[in-house]
């Protein structure tokens, strides 16, 4: 069973900052990509950011200077730092992994629950 645990959201100002946290746990071997996506109200789920086993990111444009990801591929763990939050950005930020689960040969993804982030004005 393989279960991606996510922490840190919250309200915060604009201009503020979170850190938010996801744990991969489970029988697999480190995951290929891990990433965060949000869903605002009314809209489609999009990419927010991702990361690789190694060193490649990707960012979406909305974020690219304000938000940061990293991995710690030893525990498993993503993070993303989140900075100059706007308004815009309060949504449900869900994590993703994509890995080869326990007893297959191909890799699927995997979803958190989400967790709110809210800035106010």
């Known amino acids: 069973q393989v279960r991606l645990v996510e922490s840190g959201g919250g309200l915060v100002q604009a201009g503020g900052s979170l850190r938010l946290s996801c744990a991969a746990s489970?029988?697999?071997?480190?995951?290929?990509?891990m990433g965060w996506y949000r869903q605002a109200p009314g809209k489609q789920r999009e990419l927010v950011a991702t990361?690789?086993?190694?060193?490649?990111?990707n960012y979406s444009d909305s974020v690219k200077g304000r938000f940061t990801i990293s991995r710690d591929n030893g525990k498993n763990t993503v993070y993303l730092e989140m900075n100059s939050l706007k308004p815009e950005d309060t949504a449900v930020y869900y994590c993703?992994?994509?890995?080869?689960?326990?007893?297959?040969?191909?890799?699927?993804?995997?979803w958190g629950q989400g967790t709110q982030v809210t800035v106010s004005s």
């Open positions: 990361a690789t086993s190694g060193v490649a990111t």
């Open positions: 489970g029988s697999f071997r480190s995951a290929n990509t």
């Open positions: 993703n992994a994509n890995l080869v689960p326990p007893g297959m040969f191909l890799p699927r993804d995997y």
